[in-house]
């Protein structure tokens, strides 16, 4: 009689850290083939964890994709860096995220450290292999396969995606059997109002320059459907902490606010796949990334 084996379906969370910008969330994106997480050239784009669930006929890989690893100067900082190490004590597997045009410094090392304190297996994934700076990545794998702590190494583009098949590879060789932990179709586990303020955050990030990326943050104040017409109704404010960015979001004549505007609009208008008209405040709140209070009003917590 044949004999019937079926592959043991396999099942877990996976970490992705790293220094800010070297493309966790680009990676995120181009793994669950979907823009779930913002990505901007600006350092510390992602604040909080986001779950992205990647189910196949016999895997299911949760991602966690994480803030920054850095030293933080600011409560948001540290809440940024809390949400990081918590992820690699929620992950089964670590990815560590290095960008091949960038020396290892003392960031690194302090990740490398809170890897092996972990104690979970760990790949370290090269990535921004199509940019120049793969010339380095030889002598850069050899720095840290030389720390012992990782089980494989692999050299990635998470821009042309060059390479992440045999990433996806390499984490389900490593998964344990385990269960579905969510739906088929479950992709997140962050609600509707987080993707919508992080569609505003993003066109602040990519339209400002110098310290305004840091210092916005945006709370949804409302998101309502117009009976019998087929559209939402999204007010939302923008926060930032001195009087001077607050111009600087604004514009002349109003032509910033209106930009960030349209283009946050149309991303929502494909979330949420209706016609969207979108209200948008800007106020104050000073020193908010110093405030326990603010930080809790705008989930970071
Ligand atoms: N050339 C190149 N740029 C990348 C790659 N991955 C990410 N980036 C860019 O690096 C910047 C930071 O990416 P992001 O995913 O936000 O980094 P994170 O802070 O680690 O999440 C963005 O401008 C990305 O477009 C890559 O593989 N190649
Ligand atoms: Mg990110």
Known sequence: MAKLVLD???????????????????????????????VTSKPETTRNKILGTLTSKNSQINFIDTPGMHIPHTLLGRHMVRQAKEALQEADIVLAVIDVT?????????????IKDSARPSLLVINKMDTSGKKFALPLIEECVKTGIFKDYIPISARTGDNTKALTHKIFELLSEGPKFFPDDYLTDRPREFFIAEAIREQ????????????????IDEIKKIPKKNVYHVSATVYIERPSQKAIIIGKRGQMLKAIGEAAR???????????????????????????????????T
């Open 204 to 219: 602040v990030l990519k339209k400002t320059e110098e310290e305004v990326p840091y210092s916005v943050a945006v709370f």
């Open 8 to 38: 043991p379906f396999k099942s877990g969370f996976v970490a992705i850290v790293g220094k800010p910008n070297v493309g966790k969330s680009t990676i995120l994106n181009y793994l669950l083939g979907t823009d779930l997480a913002i």
């Open 266 to 300: 149309m991303n929502i208008e494909k979330q949420l796949g209706k016609k969207v008209f979108l209200q948008l405040w800007v106020k104050v709140r000073d020193n908010w990334r110093r405030d326990p209070n603010a930080l809790k009003m705008l989930g970071y």
């Open 102 to 114: 960038k020396r290892l410094d003392k960031s690194d090392y302090a990740l490398f450290d809170a």
